[in-house]
């Protein structure tokens, strides 16, 4: 039942209007990431971007999507440019487009503040304005070259950006902690854990279906666990609740 009326919120046509979302997809190819795990990544984020839910609501949203690889300190390239959804065949393309992308970087550092700064200098250059600009950023590893991503705040506030993180365990002990404290930041930020490479797939789609339900849903995410994310509203509760030392 949660599932139906989670899928009724999605599927429910957008008030009508420009944009309701700009997407702005990081993905880690740092020295961390092995040709196995690059592919798991743009094999996963295609597989996500065509599941039912995902698809629909970025058409409903009339959304736009862009992916950047990011390595170390200037290393950032946009490997998909600002890309319009306005019908499932944009959608269709998009993931084409994903799974023909090739690796920017192998061999490099972790440089997190560093692509935050360029996504927010994608976000300037977006061909039109979001009701919502959000930088969901994946990563397995703690930045350690260029600015540091809390150096990156007061500029993300500024801009009205929400950055949203995927953890992937595995590489350092600390991830998900470092991610919790210094990466994620904005109203309703939330942290999504991949266990491993492997795990992958499924976490990028549950994060993407987390990031669409927050269009209807005014509560503040937290990690969602292995069950299906649903809005607090719809469970009685005045905010999500999961586990108290993943809530930001």
């Not at 930088?135 to 150096?151: M, T």
């Not at 005045?238 to 930001?248: L, V």
Request: net charge neutral.
């Amino acid at each position: 039942m949660r599932a139906f009326f989670l899928a009724c919120l999605l599927l429910a046509p957008f008030p009508a209007r420009a944009c309701s979302v700009a997407l702005v997809l990081a993905m880690d190819v740092s020295g961390s990431v092995d040709p196995k795990e690059y592919t798991l990544q743009m094999n996963g984020l295609s597989d996500a971007l065509g599941d039912p839910l995902v698809s629909e609501a970025l058409v409903n949203a009339k959304a736009l999507v862009a992916l950047v690889q990011w390595s170390g300190r200037s290393r950032q390239q946009v490997s998909i440019p600002w890309t319009s959804i306005t019908i499932r065949r944009d959608v269709t393309a998009l993931r084409s487009r994903v799974l023909g992308v090739e690796r920017a970087y192998r061999n490099y550092a972790t440089a997190i503040g560093e692509v935050l700064e360029r996504s927010v200098e994608l976000f300037q250059e977006a061909p039109h304005a979001c009701d919502r600009r959000v930088i969901d950023l994946s990563g397995d590893g703690e930045s350690n070259e260029g600015k540091r991503p809390v150096h990156l705040r007061a500029r993300l506030d500024q801009e009205n950006i929400t950055v949203n993180g995927l953890a992937i365990r595995g590489s350092e002990p600390n991830i998900v902690t470092y991610f919790r404290e210094r990466v994620i930041h904005g109203p309703n930020a939330f942290l999504e854990v991949a266990d491993g490479y492997a795990d992958y797939p499924r976490a990028i789609r549950r994060k993407l279906i987390s990031e669409l339900a927050q269009r209807v849903a005014d509560a503040p995410a937290t990690e969602p666990s292995r069950t299906a994310y649903i809005p607090g509203f719809m469970r009685g509760e005045g905010k999500i609740h999961g586990d108290p030392a993943m809530i930001k």
